[in-house]
């Protein structure tokens, strides 16, 4: 029955390899042994005072608790700094036992002191990361009250002082409906929930928690540990990103522009409702689908793995799903994303309205013309009247006084203006003639180079430098060349009499070309007179001519405009009395005529495979 | 009285025809005559010697006579000499409104009005003699009565009537081919 006794040296083996240091003192503090443990930290220290071991110090503690242990005979625990066999500082604990001898006195005290320094320091670090973790975090007991919280939350919620976590977080007075903590409780387990709370400066704020179980050794949760993640900003960004997308939503549908965006195999991702309309097709049944062949410029079929391409035709038509020819202005643009390819987006504005309101533009100024012209007529037909009532007037004048000269004078008056009126009609005929332009793709360079070298010789025998300026790279547009020609003609004449009737020395004509901003431009620049301001406003008017001495018949101006307005362009002057003047003749290369017969070719731009890049 | 010998006007005009013919209507009046084909021509005869009245073109290179009328104005003296403006544009948009402005603004002065090209001889030297107080002189100037008619037909002319007079001769044609 009886165990077999258990010998003291192994007793003493055990106490030598203890993790624990042991040693034993006397009354006088003096070290009387030791194990190995203590060795390791303090060093072989049999006969030295225990302060001077543990504390370095010189006399007793004053406070020593081995003293109170020798006086009371109670055993005690204590939390102890001190400096190890190295000099480092050390924390430990220590229990502090009496030991008696046969009698029952007290005769020495045993210490055993358990190093304590690298749990102090996990203490620390674990302390330093509940404080600074960027969310709140909050220790519940079971009543949900905070026992403890960290900085960030002080900061937002206030100090806990035992109030509710409801309390804290939400200024309720009940416990929330959804409460993580309470299920944390009741299964032992990590709960996840989002809340909206308040600051304490009223601001809302917006959290996710997260709770934790702290166990006790018997496996029951007596606290629970919340950690919220703030979430408030991402919160507002996710609420304006809405808006923005709800904006940006009501901006696509209802836009002018048809919009149709693909994915990167080309299946209609969007479609507003202008792009139902000019595509005549329903979205319905068109997204999710391979957008038709016809919707997609080449461009974007190609551009799959290449970077960003845009194709942009001001001026193009498109056929649609309905069959219909349309007019539009037609951009396509590829989606990338940081490198990779997204698919695209075709947007087209229907220019049908456009072009029709333009027509009636185009017609409503050429009635204008035409009704300034009739306006005129009767007033050019006075002038001519007059001149042949004042050779009328002469020649029988002359007559009745036998004065032969007079008669003469009078009969020239009457030859002169005979004449007049046989060139004002050819002119009038000739300007009120519906001849049909013949649209051909003209060089411009070429059309003004024909018009200076007719007025060469003219120019040289007035005396006047005639100087060409062509810019290089002027593209060939669809013109009338006949008509262009006509024009520049006038001008040229008309630069030519204005420096013939200035005095200036040094008189020069210069005729220029260019390019830019959509626009071809043909000007013709004198330093001649210039035009007086009162006249500058009549220059376009039929018949109104102040090149006295009976050159010109006023119909130049009218004729250049009539036929610059049939290429949808216009005339524009600058013009400054005694320094000269510049007529300019613009046309906007997207008003230009197209011929007929290759409209079908020029109409297959948008969808062709050769000239769809901008 | 004084006579037309002793008054000088100035005739401006850019037309040598219209210029011309003026100046022999005048000089057949009795009047000593000068000319200028334009605004600043006319300013060179003025200072040359201040005329005692201008027959005065409205629209004419250089300088229009709109613009000369402004100039004159400004010299206490030369805005005395009395204008009659001869225009072939008072009634369309090239010079109704210069003329507006002139009539209104009363820079002009002498018989304050103007006369419309073609002019009648008669009643241009009638305006002149008045406004210059001399008595016309009994010269008969040669009658261009049915260019008066034709004149006044012209004026009066409107488009309806013209369209049926075409329609009538048009009808009348087509029946005597028949």
Redesign the interface.
């Given at each position: 029955m009886n165990a077999p006794a258990w010998p003291v040296s192994r007793a003493q083996d055990l106490l030598e390899e203890m993790p624990s240091g042991v040693m034993v003192m006397d009354r006088g503090f003096h070290i009387v042994d030791h194990n190995r443990a203590f060795v390791d930290v303090y060093g072989p220290n049999v006969g030295r005072p225990c302060y001077q071991v543990y504390k370095d110090r010189g006399t007793p503690c004053p406070d020593c608790p081995a003293q109170q242990t020798f006086d009371d005979g109670r055993p005690r625990v204590l939390e102890e700094t001190g400096l190890d066999r190295n000099g480092q500082t050390i924390h430990y604990l220590a229990r502090v036992v009496p030991l008696r001898d046969e009698a029952g006195e007290i005769t020495h005290v045993a210490a055993i002191t358990t190093d304590l320094t690298a749990t102090k320091r996990l203490q620390r670090e674990y302390q330093t990361l509940f404080e600074k973790v960027p969310c709140y975090v909050a220790v519940l007991n079971r009543d949900r009250r905070v026992i403890k919280a960290n900085e960030m939350f002080r900061r937002t919620f206030g100090e806990p002082r035992g109030d509710f976590c409801y309390k804290l977080f939400k200024g309720r007075r009940t416990e929330c409906e959804d409460c993580p903590a309470d299920k944390t409780f009741q299964d032992g387990r990590s709960h996840t929930s989002r809340h909206v709370g308040q600051a304490r400066d009223g601001t809302e704020t917006h959290y996710v928690v997260s709770t934790a179980p702290l166990l006790q050794g018997d496996g029951e949760t007596t606290h629970v540990v919340e950690m919220a993640l703030d979430i408030t900003e991402l919160t507002s960004l996710e609420a304006k990103l809405h808006q923005a997308h709800i904006f940006r939503q009501a901006l696509v549908e209802n836009a002018l522009e048809a919009i149709v965006v693909i994915d990167e195999s080309q299946r209609v991702l969007l479609m507003n409702k202008a792009a139902e309309k000019l595509w005549g097709a329903d979205r319905e049944t068109l997204i999710g689908q391979k957008a038709p062949r016809a919707m997609v410029p080449a461009t974007l079929r190609r551009q799959r793995a290449s970077t960003g391409a845009t194709v942009l035709l001001p001026d193009t038509t498109i056929t649609n799903l309905a069959g219909e020819s349309i007019p539009v202005q037609l951009a396509g643009m590829t989606i990338f994303n940081e490198g990779s390819y997204l698919g695209g987006a075709i947007i087209a504005l229907d220019l049908r309205a456009m072009k029709d309101l333009e027509r009636e533009k185009l017609t409503a100024e050429r009635l204008a013309a035409v009704g300034?012209t009739v306006?005129?007529l009767?007033?050019g037909?006075?002038?001519v009247?007059?001149?042949l009532?004042?050779?009328?007037?002469?020649f029988?004048?002359g007559m009745?006084k036998g004065d032969d000269e007079?008669m003469l004078?009078g009969w020239q008056?009457l030859e002169?203006?005979i004449n007049r009126i046989t060139t004002f009609v050819k002119e009038f005929l000739e300007f009120a003639r519906g001849r049909t332009p013949t649209v051909r793709l003209v060089d411009p360079n070429k059309v003004a180079a024909n018009v200076v070298d007719l007025f060469k010789d003219k120019a040289e025998m007035a005396g006047i430098r005639l100087a060409f300026e062509p810019q290089a790279e002027v593209p060939p547009a669809f013109m009338d060349e006949e008509g262009i020609h006509a024009c520049l003609v006038n001008l040229v004449s008309n630069a030519l009499d204005a420096c013939e009737?200035s005095d200036k020395p040094d008189p020069v004509v210069t005729v220029r070309t260019h390019d830019h901003g959509g626009s071809l431009v043909l000007e013709v620049a004198d330093t001649g007179?210039g035009i007086?301001y009162?006249?500058r406003k009549?220059v376009f008017?039929t018949f109104?001519s102040?090149?006295?001495?009976?050159k010109g018949t006023g119909l130049g101006l009218l004729t250049t405009r009539k036929i610059v307005q049939q290429h949808g362009g216009k005339v524009a002057f600058e013009s400054t009395a005694g320094s000269g003047s510049v007529f300019r003749l613009e046309f906007p290369h997207d008003r230009l005529p197209r011929p007929r017969e290759t409209e079908g070719e020029v109409a297959d731009e948008s969808t062709g495979d050769e000239d769809a890049t901008a | 009285m004084p006579r037309p010998e002793d008054k000088t006007i100035l005739v401006v005009d850019?037309?040598?025809?219209?210029r011309?013919?003026?100046k022999?209507?005048l000089v057949?009046a009795g009047f000593e005559v000068v000319t200028a084909?334009?605004g600043e021509e006319a300013l060179e005869r003025i200072r040359e010697r201040r005329p005692d009245f201008i027959s005065l073109d409205l629209?004419?290179?250089?300088?229009?006579g709109?613009?000369l009328l402004f100039e004159l104005k400004r010299d206490r003296d030369l805005s005395r000499i009395p204008v009659l403006i001869v225009t072939?544009?008072a009634n369309?948009?090239?010079g109704q409104k210069?003329l507006e402005e002139i009539m209104d603004s009363a820079v002009m002065s002498g018989p304050g009005t103007y006369l419309?090209?073609?002019?009648n001889?008669e009643s241009y030297v009638r305006a002149i003699s008045r406004a210059v107080d001399v008595e016309p002189s009994a010269q008969k100037?040669?009658r261009?009565d049915l260019?008066e008619q034709l004149?006044h037909s012209?004026e009066g002319a409107s488009p309806d009537a013209l369209r049926e007079a075409l329609a009538a001769l048009r009808k009348a044609k087509s029946k005597g081919r028949q």
């Open positions: 300034q306006a005129g009767a007033h037909i006075k002038n009247l007059m001149g009532e004042g050779g009328m007037y002469a029988q004048s009745s007079r004078q008056m002169e203006n009737t007179t007086d009162e006249i009549k008017t109104f102040t090149k006295g001495s009976g | 850019d037309e040598p025809n219209v011309d013919y003026l022999m209507i057949d084909g334009d629209i004419m290179p250089r300088k229009s709109h613009k072939a544009h369309d948009e090239m210069d419309e090209k073609p002019v001889p100037t040669p261009t260019k004149e012209i």
